[in-house]
């Protein structure tokens, strides 16, 4: 395959806030390319991407859902787009976490009322982490309170983002009726059923708009070296020639175009499928991969004849079976292929590869880089295990899941359907990382962790409708830590057997200290072999071993274990012992030290009529909660904060109580703080 064809490629993602219209607009952006011939609507439930039956029972995005279309722009060659609809919510965030790992670009989504919204930020920064490029879009312009000069105001001071609008938005406030495009020098004006005329710039509107273009080409000039020579040289700067630093810009991450639109009325679409193509990156555009390899560090560019490596990332079960989802990064996969897992020794066969459109799948006979696909019937897939060749098995870096913290207990009405329902919540945790299962080892109960209420209801609802199980819930747990309070030096682990048969010798010494981040780290001091190396590697796994559960019962957070010293005896020194020892050694070190239980605190973000912020003021002090910002919005507050976990549980129903239904909240991980006295 030639490099024409992977650089008409575009994988992106589209990520906003909750209810901005990120999956109207994907079904939109479906319509306008004739890749579905009916558009669905999220609140009749019959959305393209949303076609769980708890997303259309709820109208909201839980799994990111991808889907294939083509466009051409202007007198381009048709591009082919790989899009992939994310949710909006919080407790969602591995969606977008995942997704965001093996895209490309990005489209984010503001509402133009609301503007920049909590989750809005926490996708922006996932973004920026993985520094995939940006193209903002501004919709629900036909709303009453629209602004779009209000959200690129916030796009640079909530967002510390550059943004350059490439047009400016015509009619007034609600009647959303134009669009002057400043790169291509015409207005777009919308008629009934979103019927478009474009009209070149004539002399009275050139008069008007010129000043905004030169605007945006100095913005643009600013951090392209191409344009600015061109600008400081008077040529003209024709749409060719600012398209291209645009896109050279946006690619750098300079800064982000912005387009205006109202997805539900079918205004503004046309121009952000433009704008996919024009700014977003093809593969080719993207750094090439590192893999670990046998022999050291491989580098990856996206070449179909390069080594194989693609990175398994999402897992779904559908109709057909189990579908594992993979971007391939290098080399080319075909089905029939056996290849190497990073999870499996063994590897894995290639029965069945397809590409998926939604809820529908394709068979296809290969994949190349820069392709994302699926592949069909890998019942113990693992998200983030990277596929390659057998005689040159490769490493990615996997896909990092934020611990869960909160906890259900759940029992099954009958107790027939205890196995059953394990088969489901295993099923469930392997389509999920931030999803998981464990039993308690008190009562036997079993208890499944997740990010959030909202989550942990999805999923117990989905138990309930897709594995035909009645479960009961039990009070809820929250996800405790522990950290050291002082550093102790020279404590020793000793175990001694040495009596009748194999016995057992195992002698260390541990010093202890508490670090200022939520890591565990392990240090080998160990000078003149006096602890062998295999040996050191057992101390180190009893050492963490402990550390899972400490003096309160909770995981230990935050400590550096340091192996300064040790004895071992020619005949009874083992493994065993010296994981023994290691466990014994910090134990009695965090007995030493001492324990400071830690809790999860939420940043806590209340959307509330003016008149009942006081109540909700007065509820989050009540919490344990802290106030740090309140602004006015026009007849509503949005009220930030922050609050114990412990102490938010039931929060959306009583926030409901306290403002007549009419607040609402969001909330996601802050931190972790110490336990505050009651």
């Known amino acids: 395959m030639n490099t024409q064809i992977l ?10 806030h909750i209810d901005a219209g990120k999956t109207t607009l994907t079904e939109r952006l479906l319509w306008k390319s004739g890749e579905i011939h009916r558009v669905g609507e999220v609140h009749d439930g019959n959305a393209t991407t949303d076609f769980s039956a708890i997303e259309r029972e709820r109208g909201i995005t839980i799994g990111a859902a991808a889907v294939q ?74 709303r009453v309170g629209a602004s779009f000069e209000r959200v690129l105001e916030q796009l640079r001071d909530k967002l510390q983002a550059r943004p350059w609008a490439l047009g400016v938005p015509l009619g007034s406030e609600s009647d959303f009726s134009g669009w002057v495009d400043l790169v291509d020098e015409r207005v777009l004006q919308w008629r009934d059923g979103g019927v478009v005329t474009i009209t070149p710039w004539d002399d009275a509107a050139r008069s008007q ?16 070296e191409g344009l600015a020579d061109a600008w400081l040289e008077g040529r003209v700067i024709d749409a060719e020639l600012l398209r291209a630093a645009l896109r050279r810009a946006t690619l750098a991450g300079a800064g982000v175009p912005v387009l205006a639109g109202a997805a539900f009325k079918d205004k503004g679409i046309e121009a952000l499928l433009d704008a996919v193509v024009d700014y977003l990156p093809s593969p080719l555009d993207r750094p090439a991969v590192t893999a670990e390899g046998e022999a050291g560090d491989v580098l990856l560019p996206p070449d179909p004849d390069g080594p194989l490596a693609g990175l398994l990332f999402k897992i779904t079960h559908q ?56 592949v069909l019937g890998w019942k113990d897939a693992v998200s983030g295990e990277t596929l390659s060749a057998r005689d040159q098995p490769l490493r990615l ?24 329902m394990a088969q489901g919540l295993a099923s469930l945790a392997q389509e999920d990382p931030s999803f998981r299962v464990e039993t308690d080892r008190e009562s036997g109960e079993t208890l499944v962790w997740g990010m959030g209420e909202l989550h942990l209801e999805v999923m117990v609802e989905r138990l309930r409708s897709e594995w035909k199980i009645d479960v009961g819930i039990g009070s809820p747990r929250v996800a405790y830590q522990e950290t050291p309070l002082r550093a102790v030096s020279g404590v020793v682990g000793r175990v001694v057997k040495q009596s009748g048969g194999q016995g057992q010798f195992a002698h260390v010494v541990l010093d202890v200290a508490p670090r200022e981040d939520d890591q565990v780290v392990f240090n080998d001091r160990i000078v003149g072999g006096v602890i062998p190396r295999g040996f050191i590697a057992a101390v180190e796994k009893g050492v963490r071993a402990a550390l899972s559960e400490g003096p309160h019962g909770h995981p230990v957070v935050g400590i550096e274990v340091t192996l300064v ?43 509330s009529p003016s008149a009942s912020v006081g109540d909700v003021v007065g509820d989050l002090n009540r919490r344990h909660g802290r106030v740090a910002r309140i602004e006015d919005q026009e007849g509503r507050a949005e009220v930030s904060g922050f609050a114990p976990l412990a102490q938010l549980v039931g929060y959306t129903t009583a926030l409901r109580s306290l403002s007549q239904g009419r607040a609402s909240s969001e909330s996601h991980l802050h931190g972790y703080e110490p336990v505050r006295a009651a």
């Open 397 to 420: 870096e996997s896909i990092q899941a934020q611990a869960p913290v909160l906890a259900w207990r759940l029992e099954p009405a009958r107790a027939a359907d205890l196995i059953r």
């Open 7 to 16: 650089s008409r490629r575009r994988n992106l993602g589209i990520i906003a």
């Open 69 to 142: 279309a083509q466009w051409a722009p202007r007198d381009l060659p048709p591009h082919r787009l790989t899009l992939i609809d994310t949710p909006g919510h919080i407790d969602f965030a591995i969606e977008v976490e995942r997704s965001l790992r093996v895209l490309d670009g990005a489209v984010a989504v503001f509402s133009a009322v609301d503007g920049v919204q909590p989750q809005s930020e926490t996708v922006w920064r996932q973004a920026r982490r993985h520094r995939v490029p940006l193209i903002a879009f501004v919709n629900k312009m036909d």
């Open 565 to 607: 010293d040790g004895q071992t005896h020619a005949k009874d020194s083992s493994d065993m012992a010296f994981h023994r020892a290691g466990s014994e050694a910090v134990r009695a070190a965090l007995a030493s030290a001492g324990t400071q239980v830690l809790e999860p605190v939420m940043a806590v973000t209340v959307h």
């Open 209 to 224: 708009w010129q000043p905004r273009r030169d605007a945006l080409v100095e913005a643009v000039a600013d951090h392209d």
């Open 319 to 374: 109709q057909h079976g189990a579908l594992s989802f993979v971007r391939l990064y290098s080399g080319t996969l075909k089905a029939g292929d056996a290849v190497a897992s990073s999870q499996h020794p063994q590897g894995r066969r290639v029965s069945r590869l397809v590409r998926v459109q939604a809820d529908q799948t394709h068979d296809i006979e290969q994949a190349v880089a820069g392709d994302i696909v699926a």
